[in-house]
């Protein structure tokens, strides 16, 4: 079975630095995607970045960026230049491509990140 | 902006009664899925649908909850009847189509925040 886990439950930054978020997963299939979604206080899941898994180069988005390594099972987070409306949980997603539950999401527990300022 | 909706936001209520949540997908989309989050459990898949039909619900208690697809736009889960454990955050999420059956991003609702007394 596949499962994702993130080894950081909180972590904390100051406003304007850099902070990167691991997240491992195990799986046997060869075609996946990856995801991070962020959920502020406000309980919304909103989607930070994907990641296809047959694409090598690592998905951006404006200041966050993945880090995806493939063979290791890794799939972490950077965040650039945080800014006090990041604070929230982080949850790193997991899906298949192919087959049965193809698109169920597997989430990892997440990580509480706080910006301070 | 299209977005995904969910009826009540919160909802108090007694063990044993019955209680309904909805979801309205994004126009367009065909897969849906329902999301219970714990603090316990963390973000667990309950069931989905693509084009209306079950594809798998496996997670989802089956001697008191059910969900349904009435139509295109609306789903529905139920809890009859409720208990204390069932207190949770309850997600809707839609996806749009790929190629191949292939599910895309999912994007979520707001949830549905239920407490059973």
């Known amino acids: 079975a596949q499962t994702v886990t993130q080894s950081q439950p909180e972590m904390s930054v100051q406003e304007a630095e850099t902070v990167t978020l691991s997240c491992t997963y195990d799986?046997?299939?060869?075609?996946?995607?990856l995801f991070w979604y962020k959920q502020p206080p406000s309980r919304q899941m909103i989607l930070v970045i994907r990641?296809?898994?047959?694409?090598?180069q690592n998905a951006t988005e404006n200041r966050f960026s993945v880090n995806f390594q493939k063979a290791a099972k890794s799939f972490s987070l950077k965040i650039s230049d945080s800014q006090l409306g990041d604070t929230a949980m982080y949850f790193c997603?997991?899906?298949?491509?192919?087959?049965?539950?193809?698109?169920?999401?597997?989430f990892g527990k997440g990580t509480k990140l706080s910006v301070k300022p | 902006d299209a977005r995904v909706t969910q009826t009540p936001r919160h909802k108090v209520t007694e063990m044993g009664q019955e209680v309904t949540m909805r979801c309205q997908p994004i126009?367009?989309?065909?897969?849906v899925f329902w999301y219970r989050q714990t603090m316990m459990q963390g973000l667990e898949l309950l069931a989905y649908?693509?084009?209306?039909?079950?594809?798998?619900d496996s997670g989802m208690p089956k001697d008191r909850f059910s969900a349904e697809m009435p139509d295109a736009t609306l789903a529905t889960l139920k809890i009859q009847p409720s208990e204390p454990r069932d207190s949770a955050v309850y997600f809707c999420?839609?996806?749009?189509?790929?190629?191949?059956?292939?599910?895309?991003?999912?994007?979520f609702g707001p949830g549905t925040r239920l407490t059973v007394l």
């Open positions: 997603a997991y899906h298949k491509n192919y087959g049965g539950s193809q698109g169920n999401l597997i």
């Open positions: 799986t046997s299939e060869s075609n996946y995607y």
């Open positions: 990641q296809e898994a047959y694409k090598q």
């Open positions: 126009l367009g989309h065909n897969t």
């Open positions: 649908f693509r084009n209306r039909a079950p594809l798998d």
């Open positions: 999420a839609s996806a749009h189509p790929r190629g191949n059956g292939v599910t895309d991003t999912q994007y």
